[in-house]
């Protein structure tokens, strides 16, 4: 038998690093407290557009992969994963998944097994929060006993470029014999490991990521607001910048964030720096701001929109086009198309939506899904892109359509409005 691996959380970024693991020669078991989630995964339904179905069977046919509800099935493991939601509560990191799973795997925990946690979370988490747990639901300490890692996941739900395998990895350890034990385990797993001097670096490394992205979103969705103001195409404008070989980096506008990622990652930094020194992290706070009323804006552009072409919105048959946070994947968490229907609906739009790679079962609200037939098109006082995925016919939809509000510049004609 290989080393046994345990992965916490059997999601967008447990699954596919589950599936990895298999093909690196790891027997895996994927521990998640959905009963749902875990059905599907032994019957060999996938539901991450990265992990292939064809993928989960052979995982399955070889013996080496299966999910459970039971850490039972956790017992004498070589290496744990942590890969739980992070998600706020009133603005406050919650940690109760992290803290259940590691009550949850303590008892399982045994000299010379390595944990390592993936989640998103602010620095000190790993150290002052989770390695308690371990201890005292052990009986064992680290570095003594076990070894204790932090390494940020870097998943990019239908990215087919950067993928698990060829993206770089960050790792750390709570002393140098686990960052060897880390980086060990990740390097059959991933192409290429960047070790770091700390868990918290690595810690903060995630956070930097996200809030850099955060914040260029927010500079172009505000940016897009005052150009459209002005009479000015932003969109030009963000291609035209886009030509500068240094110096630039390319964001684009749209209806706000959304997904596991840049609402709430950004916010751990912010509390973090709050807590610990007392300072309110400004540029946090305003990108904040900014995207998280964007789908407000969004609305209202529609609401003028339709007053111009003498619609009020009570009424009006409006179709979305896309409902999850990014093109190409399904994933709806914190979603800002999901914010624009509730708004919209809440005002009296007769609301539908085309999204084929939403899973019905899944969608926080009910909002009837339809496809984006050209009748479907041309029956709609406005058509909304709010996701732009890629396998849309979009000159279908512009030739459709009487009218289109497009929030990603997949439409170009007379009858198209962009952000």
């Not at 990740?186 to 992205?213: D, G, W």
């Not at 990014?326 to 509730?342: F, L, M, T």
Request: charged letters at 25%.
């Amino acid at each position: 038998m290989g080393e046994k691996l345990v992965v916490i959380g059997q999601g967008y970024v447990g699954l596919p690093l589950a599936m990895q693991a298999v093909e690196a020669g790891f027997d895996v078991v994927g521990i998640d407290v959905d009963e749902w989630r875990v059905k599907r995964l032994n019957v060999g339904e996938s539901y991450v557009e990265d992990v292939d179905e064809g993928d989960l069977a052979a995982a399955h046919n070889s013996g080496r992969y299966f999910a459970s509800t039971d850490y039972a099935d956790a017992e004498g493991f070589d290496v744990c994963v942590i890969t739980v939601p992070t998600p706020l509560r009133d603005g406050v990191p919650d940690l109760c998944h992290v803290g259940s799973a590691g009550e949850a795997i303590a008892p399982a925990l045994r000299r010379g097994a390595t944990v390592i946690l993936e989640s998103t979370t602010y620095p000190g988490t790993t150290e002052e929060y989770l390695r308690p747990l371990l201890e005292d639901g052990s009986g064992l300490r680290t570095p003594e006993d076990f070894f204790l890692g932090y390494s940020p996941e870097r998943i990019d739900p239908g990215n087919a470029r950067w993928r698990l395998d060829n993206t770089p990895k960050v790792v750390s350890g709570i002393d140098a014999a686990s960052l060897e034990k880390v980086k060990a385990f990740y390097s059959r797993i991933v192409h290429e490991v960047v070790p770091v001097s700390s868990m918290q670096v690595a810690e903060l490394c995630k956070l930097l990521e996200n809030t850099f992205r955060h914040v260029n979103i927010a500079l172009v969705n505000e940016l897009s607001i005052f150009a459209q103001q002005l009479g000015i195409d932003v969109w030009e404008a963000v291609d035209a910048a886009s030509t500068k070989p240094f110096g630039y980096m390319r964001f684009t506008p749209g209806p706000g964030v959304g997904g596991h990622c840049l609402p709430i990652d950004p916010s751990y930094l912010s509390w973090k720096v709050k807590r610990s020194l007392g300072h309110n992290f400004r540029f946090v706070e305003l990108a904040n701001d900014i995207n998280d009323h964007m789908p407000d804006h969004v609305v209202s552009r529609i609401s003028l929109a339709l007053n111009q072409r003498y619609k009020p919105i009570k009424g009006s048959r409006i179709l979305l086009l896309g409902l999850s946070y990014k093109k190409n994947a399904g994933d709806c968490r914190e979603s800002p198309a999901i914010e624009v229907a509730k708004a919209l609906r809440k005002l009296g739009a007769d609301v539908r939506a085309a999204d084929s790679l939403v899973d019905d079962f899944l969608l926080p609200v009910r909002i009837e899904l339809v496809e984006p037939t050209s009748e479907e098109l041309a029956e709609a006082d406005v058509v909304v892109v709010l996701t732009d995925h890629d396998h849309i016919d979009y000159d279908l939809v512009q030739r459709s359509s009487a009218f289109v509000f497009d929030t990603r510049n997949r439409c170009h004609g007379p009858n198209v409005e962009t952000l």
